[in-house]
């Protein structure tokens, strides 16, 4: 059954009501029975026009699908591809930073077994080397030369005027010391001396004062004995060697008595204790 609205728009010849009559008494009239011949042809090609855009409406939207389908696949491969050049790129880093920390172990550990030989060797070279003696910090400061006078006088005129500094000031100041006159020098020769003679001075008293604070130690029981008895053993036995007068004393000495020997022994504890 043709629906109104496609009769309405069909019918040129008859109006409305009268299609509407129609329908209304339940007949059911055919478009071509409606319609006249020339009406009839426009809508059939008017039909065929509507059919061949349905078509062409349905092959553009499945060329558009299947476009859409086109490129969401050429899209997921390319993701893909893109993961696994991720994963590919995150393996070779993995991998590269492993070879790296292997390599600062190799370069850490060739490293300690370096500086362990070279504690090694620097441990021998000090049990051979003697021993350094400490510097008193009370002890006078040396006498400087001619040549250090000049130098402290002149040094920065020197590194300013030729715009120099360090190991080139001192081969600088080296040759302005040498070119100078014998009077010029005078004046540092002098300046030398008076720094020797304060030198030795500070140095004289430095000794004393030294010597005044070493402690004494006290002659042992033996000692005493050998330095009395000696003179005499001597002059008994001027033959005797220093060797054989030591060891005839030493006889004495352990075939003297604990009272003999016990006068001795009190003279070197009274000393002990001052």
Do not use: C
Not at 173 to 199: C, I
Not at 238 to 267: F, H, M, Q
């Amino acid at each position: 059954m043709l629906r109104l609205s496609t009769v309405f728009k069909a019918v040129a010849n008859q109006t409305r009501a009268e299609v509407w009559r129609l329908y209304s008494n339940g007949s059911k009239p055919t478009l071509s029975a409606l319609l006249s011949q020339r009406d009839l042809k426009a809508h059939n090609e008017k039909t065929k026009q509507q059919l061949l855009e349905k078509q062409r409406v349905r092959a553009d939207k499945k060329r558009r699908e299947d476009l859409e389908r086109e490129k969401k696949r050429k899209e997921s491969e390319r993701m893909r591809a893109h993961k696994a050049k991720l994963r590919k790129m995150k393996q070779e880093a993995i991998e590269q930073e492993k070879r790296r920390q292997d390599r600062e172990k190799a370069v850490l550990a060739r490293q300690k077994l370096r500086d362990a030989l070279k504690a090694k060797q620097k441990k021998e070279a000090a049990k051979n080397q003697p021993k350094k003696r400490a510097v008193d910090p009370d002890a006078p400061k040396r006498s400087s030369t001619a040549f250090v006078w000049f130098l402290t006088q002149n040094y920065n005129r020197i590194a300013t005027a030729n715009n120099i500094a360090g190991k080139e000031v001192m081969k600088k100041a080296s040759e302005e010391f040498k070119a100078l006159n014998d009077a010029d020098k005078q004046y540092y020769t002098n300046l030398a001396g008076e720094d020797n003679a304060r030198y030795q001075k500070e140095r004289k008293s430095y000794d004393q004062r030294r010597a005044a604070k070493k402690p004494v130690r006290p002659l042992t029981p033996y000692v005493r004995y050998f330095v009395e008895v000696r003179p005499s053993i001597v002059q008994e036995n001027p033959s005797l060697k220093v060797t054989e007068v030591s060891k005839l004393i030493g006889e004495k000495w352990r075939a003297l008595s604990d009272s003999e020997k016990n006068k001795y022994i009190e003279a070197y504890n009274a000393d002990k204790q001052k």
